[in-house]
């Protein structure tokens, strides 16, 4: 007797027959399901364990919106899907098969790939993109190890007199290529006709390339729906990417399990930021400021900045909501901030600047004793018992110059160098667009310097400790280095009269007094300790 179901099983035996040919195993006896329905009992006596098992087995088919069928070049999906199952474990599992009614027998996979979602799972697929539906009738499934125990199932996808397609679910919100403000959509669709199995929605942040479909790519998946629309739960979508909702309809066949679908797209973007915009002016005059810098701050991170045009107009886009510091500043010009500048969703709001034009200060850092120049001195400006500006004074001449962030008034300045004694000056003026000059003569603070030896042999002492007291107080330390045995004691030394001692383990000590120690000058003192 010709029949679909005829042909399906002949197609069967020939795939066991090959497969046997290959790799002959143990026999099994067979028995009869439920239906009629033919599969592999347990195994013979003496086999190791038994044969695979095919828990489930479904046809899909799915009908392609139009813009889901100009991307994959197809007007069908059809997915072929069997669960099984296997007491060695899915490693003894060799081939997963199934015969469709119009002659094609095609290989299952639980591999990631060739449609298989999920690889290693025992739920072995084939997705076919096709310009026809999937033909109706019996599906033979067959499965089996790398004892040659198999298992096999039907299954039935009735024609769509019987199984009709969906109407297609049209995307209503967000629309194809839309910006959203919110994280957390409400997606709504057209209704189908036909939807027995309700809906699904899917959220890719990439679609699918041809037939190899993963679930990495798949940040969100709600099923069962029967409303047409469903909210996205917050934590899921993120500013910036695209992302591709899929609506998917499903009319399920509720005793074999198979449906016929149908499905579109659309993509959106979500984009939660706003922007502050305006103007940076000079102040008095109300002339425009181009190229200063303006930033917007969150706390202390920097979120975003801008230069202004010509016409001193900047715009900071891509904010996410909430409060903001913006500053505004150029040299030349006095910088100004602006607090509490509030950023909404999808608004912009507006800070403007009118600077004040900045004094200037210029001079330079040299040693009071020498005349060379200082070089990485820092040099404070203090107004009103604040700091307006720090520079260094740099090669080759220790010139330092502030040009921006000095309102006009009086200012205290002070010069400060690591080894030097620091020097400050009071009632300095600072006139707006004006250079006040002021130069700085450091002093060195006072050393004490020498080398300590062995009284005997008057070879260098090296890990000797030296101290220096003045007024009883201990005033430095020092330790004598390799290879000479000198020390060095600076730094904060007042001057006057000291009392200085030198001992090592193993040596006598020694102690000096009236050692005399003048400002800018280094005093040295030289130690020779008895061995012991």
Request: with cysteine.
């Amino acid at each position: 007797m010709d029949t679909p179901r005829a042909r399906a099983l002949l197609s069967m035996l020939l795939v066991v027959a090959a497969v046997a040919s290959i790799d002959a195993g143990p026999a099994s006896s067979s028995v009869t399901r439920a239906g009629g329905l033919t599969s592999a009992s347990a195994p013979a006596p003496n086999s190791p364990s038994g044969p695979p098992v095919i828990v489930n087995r479904r046809v899909d088919c799915a009908v392609l919106g139009p813009r889901l069928s100009a991307y994959f070049g197809a007007a069908y999906d059809c997915e072929i899907t069997a669960q099984v199952s296997d007491p060695n474990g899915l490693s003894d599992i060799i081939l997963v098969t199934a015969s469709a009614p119009d002659g094609p027998i095609y290989k299952l996979y639980d591999n990631g790939a060739y449609g298989d979602m999920t690889p290693g799972d025992g739920i072995f697929q084939y997705r076919r993109l096709a310009p026809a539906p999937a033909a109706p009738g019996d599906y033979f499934f067959f499965a089996d190890d790398t004892k040659a125990l198999t298992d096999t199932d039907w299954d039935t996808l009735y024609p769509e007199s019987e199984l009709p397609f969906p109407s297609l679910p049209t995307p209503l919100s967000p629309l194809h290529g839309a910006t959203i403000q919110t994280a957390t959509p409400l997606l709504t669709w057209q209704g189908s006709s036909n939807a027995s199995g309700g809906y699904e929605v899917w959220i890719w942040d990439a679609l699918p390339v041809g037939i190899d479909w993963s679930w990495s790519h798949v940040v969100w998946y709600a099923s069962d729906l029967t409303n047409t629309s469903v909210v996205v739960p917050a934590g899921i979508l993120q500013p910036g990417p695209t992302y591709y909702w899929w609506v998917v309809a499903r009319n399920e066949d509720p005793v074999e399990g198979n449906s016929r679908v149908a499905a579109e797209y659309a993509s959106f973007t979500v984009d939660m930021s706003g922007a502050i915009c305006g103007q940076v002016r000079v102040s008095g005059t109300g002339a425009s400021i181009g190229d200063a810098l303006v930033e917007a701050y969150s706390g202390e991170q920097l979120m975003g900045s801008a230069e202004t045009g010509a016409d001193g107009v900047y715009t900071i886009g891509g904010l996410l909501g909430g409060q903001y510091v913006v500053v505004a500043r150029k040299q030349g010009y006095v910088s100004q901030s602006k607090t509490g500048i509030v950023v909404t969703y999808g608004q912009t709001s507006f800070a403007n600047f009118n600077l004040p034009i900045s004094g200037r200060l210029k001079g330079q850092v040299i040693n009071r004793l020498t005349g060379a120049p200082i070089i990485g001195a820092t040099v404070s400006a203090r107004s009103g018992g604040v700091i307006r500006a720090t520079t260094l004074s740099v090669a080759p001449y220790g010139i330092y110059e502030i040009r921006s962030d000095l309102p006009a008034g009086i200012y205290s300045l002070n010069a400060s160098k690591a080894a030097y004694v620091n020097q400050g000056k009071t009632g300095i003026s600072v006139v707006a667009g004006a250079t006040t000059y002021v130069n700085f003569r450091l002093t060195p603070p006072p050393r004490l310097k020498g080398q300590v030896r062995n009284m005997v042999t008057g070879a260098p002492i090296v890990g000797a400790t030296v101290t220096a007291y003045l007024g009883g107080v201990l005033q430095g330390t020092a330790t004598t280095t390799s290879p000479w045995g000198i020390y060095e004691i600076y730094g904060d030394l007042p001057a006057g009269n000291y009392s200085m001692t030198a001992s090592k383990a193993g040596c006598i000590g020694q102690a000096k007094t009236g050692v005399t120690v003048t400002t800018g000058a280094t005093a040295y003192v030289n130690f020779n300790l008895q061995p012991q």
